[in-house]
C-alpha cells in the first residue's frame, strides 16, 4: 500500500521570482519572467511528493488575501492541503536573479503571529487526516514557542508515525530526542548546533546519543550525507547547470521521505534526495523538479555509486 505523508506549514509563503539584467542601488529596477509559487517548507514537500505521483496532503496555516492566494494557488497545481484560517496575513518572499553578476538575492518576511488557538486547530486537522508519515518543515512563526516542534513531534510519534523535522536554530535544537525519524539540517544549520566540526562526525553523535533516528546533512556542491545507526553514507552532488535554488532542499527531503516510506534503505534514499535536490536547482522558480528528471539524475548517481 502507498503510504501516505501529511505535511505541516505553520509559516508559509507566496514565492514571487523576478529575474532582472542588472540590480543597481537607488535605481528602478524593471524585472521580468514572474512567476508565483506557493512556498513553505511543507508546502514544497507536498508540492515534489505530488510531482512524484504520491499520496500527500499539505496542512497549512493560511489568513488575509495572500493566504487565498496561497491556497489558490495549491489547488492550481492540485496539491490536497488542509488550510487552517488564521488572523493574521500570509508573508510573501521575494527572489531576484541578477543577470549581469549571476547573484541571487532572496528577501524573507518574518510573517505573520499565529496563536497557540491556531496551532491547536492545525493540530486537530493533522488528527483527522490518515497518515503514516509527517513532515514538520519551515520556519516557526512568531508567537509560538520554541519547544513548538518538540511538543508536536513527541505527540506525532507517540500516535506511531514517523515524524520528519527540516528547522534550524532553537527550534531545531529544542525538538531534538522528542521521537524524529529524520532531520535535515544544512551544513550551517548543522554548525548552529555543533560548531565547526566535521558534518559526519556530529550527525553520527546526533544519532548515537538519540537525537533522531537519522541525520541527514546537505552539503551544497559537496553533495550530501545520511547518518544511522548503521553508519555514515555520503555522496557527492550530481551535476547540473544550477538556475535557481529556491525549494532544493525541500526537494531533497521530499524525495528522501517518500524513498524511506516506501522501504528504501539510507544509501539509497540518499541518491533519491540528491536527484530531486539537483532536478529542483536546474529549474526556475519553487521546488520544480519533473518526475521525468528526477528519476534521469536517481539513475545517474546510483551508476556513480555502483
Same mark, same amino acid.
Given at each position: 500500500?502507498?503510504?501516505?505523508?501529511?505535511?505541516?506549514?505553520?509559516?508559509?509563503?507566496?514565492?514571487?521570482?523576478?529575474?532582472?539584467?542588472?540590480?543597481?542601488?537607488?535605481?528602478?529596477?524593471?524585472?521580468?519572467?514572474?512567476?508565483?509559487?506557493? !512556498?513553505?517548507?511543507?508546502?514544497?514537500?507536498?508540492?515534489?511528493?505530488?510531482?512524484?505521483?504520491?499520496?500527500?496532503?499539505?496542512?497549512?496555516?493560511?489568513?488575509?488575501?495572500?493566504?487565498?492566494?496561497?491556497?489558490?494557488?495549491?489547488?492550481?497545481? #492540485?496539491? /490536497?492541503?488542509?488550510?487552517?484560517?488564521?488572523?493574521?496575513?500570509?508573508?510573501?518572499?521575494?527572489? @531576484?536573479?541578477?543577470?549581469?553578476?549571476?547573484?541571487?538575492?532572496?528577501?524573507?518576511?518574518?510573517?505573520?503571529?499565529?496563536? =497557540?488557538? =491556531?496551532? +491547536?486547530?492545525?493540530?486537530?486537522?493533522?488528527?483527522?487526516?490518515?497518515?503514516?508519515?509527517?513532515?514538520?518543515?519551515?520556519?516557526?512563526?512568531?508567537?509560538?514557542?520554541?519547544?513548538?516542534?518538540?511538543?508536536?513531534?513527541?505527540?506525532?510519534?507517540?500516535?506511531?508515525?514517523?515524524?520528519?523535522?527540516?528547522?534550524?536554530?532553537?527550534?531545531?535544537? +529544542?525538538?531534538?530526542?522528542?521521537?524524529?525519524?529524520?532531520?535535515?539540517?544544512?551544513?550551517?544549520?548543522?554548525?548552529?548546533?555543533?560548531?565547526?566540526? /566535521?558534518?559526519?562526525?556530529?550527525?553520527?553523535?546526533?544519532?548515537?546519543?538519540? #537525537?533522531?533516528?537519522?541525520?541527514?546533512?546537505?552539503?551544497?556542491?559537496?553533495?550530501?550525507?545520511?547518518?544511522?545507526?548503521?553508519?555514515?553514507?555520503?555522496? /557527492?552532488?550530481?551535476? @547540473?547547470?544550477?538556475? !535557481?535554488?529556491?525549494?532544493? !532542499?525541500?526537494?531533497?527531503?521530499?524525495?528522501?521521505?517518500?524513498?524511506?516510506?516506501?522501504?528504501?534503505?539510507?544509501?539509497?534514499?540518499?541518491?533519491?534526495?540528491?536527484?530531486?535536490?539537483?532536478?529542483?536547482?536546474?529549474?526556475?522558480?519553487?521546488?520544480?523538479?519533473?518526475?521525468?528528471?528526477?528519476? +534521469?539524475?536517481?539513475?545517474?548517481?546510483?551508476?556513480?555509486?555502483?
Amino acid at each position: 500500500m502507498t503510504p501516505r505523508i501529511l505535511t505541516l506549514t505553520l509559516n508559509p509563503t507566496i514565492d514571487t521570482a523576478f529575474e532582472a539584467n542588472q540590480i543597481e542601488p537607488f535605481h528602478k529596477t524593471r524585472t521580468f519572467n514572474e512567476t508565483h509559487d506557493p !512556498g513553505g517548507g511543507g508546502v514544497n514537500v507536498s508540492r515534489v511528493l505530488h510531482e512524484c505521483d504520491a499520496d500527500t496532503c499539505a496542512v497549512v496555516l493560511a489568513g488575509g488575501v495572500t493566504g487565498a492566494f496561497l491556497v489558490e494557488l495549491l489547488n492550481g497545481y #492540485a496539491i /490536497p492541503c488542509r488550510p487552517i484560517p488564521i488572523a493574521g496575513t500570509t508573508r510573501i518572499s521575494t527572489t @531576484v536573479h541578477d543577470r549581469s553578476s549571476g547573484n541571487e538575492y532572496r528577501f524573507v518576511p518574518e510573517g505573520p503571529v499565529v496563536s =497557540e488557538a =491556531e496551532l +491547536a486547530t492545525a493540530l486537530a486537522a493533522l488528527d483527522s487526516e490518515p497518515g503514516d508519515w509527517i513532515v514538520l518543515s519551515g520556519s516557526l512563526p512568531r508567537g509560538l514557542a520554541v519547544d513548538t516542534y518538540a511538543r508536536i513531534a513527541e505527540r506525532e510519534a507517540a500516535r506511531g508515525r514517523h515524524v520528519v523535522l527540516d528547522t534550524s536554530g532553537d527550534a531545531l535544537s +529544542a525538538a531534538l530526542g522528542h521521537g524524529l525519524a529524520l532531520i535535515k539540517p544544512s551544513e550551517r544549520e548543522l554548525a548552529h548546533l555543533a560548531g565547526d566540526r /566535521p558534518p559526519a562526525e556530529v550527525a553520527a553523535e546526533l544519532v548515537r546519543s538519540g #537525537a533522531a533516528e537519522r541525520v541527514a546533512v546537505t552539503l551544497g556542491a559537496n553533495g550530501a550525507l545520511i547518518a544511522t545507526a548503521a553508519g555514515v553514507i555520503q555522496r /557527492p552532488a550530481i551535476p @547540473v547547470t544550477a538556475r !535557481g535554488t529556491v525549494g532544493a !532542499g525541500d526537494s531533497f527531503l521530499a524525495a528522501m521521505t517518500l524513498a524511506l516510506a516506501t522501504g528504501s534503505d539510507a544509501g539509497d534514499a540518499l541518491l533519491w534526495g540528491l536527484a530531486a535536490g539537483a532536478a529542483a536547482v536546474s529549474q526556475t522558480g519553487t521546488a520544480h523538479p519533473s518526475r521525468t528528471d528526477v528519476a +534521469a539524475l536517481y539513475r545517474r548517481a546510483r551508476e556513480a555509486a555502483s
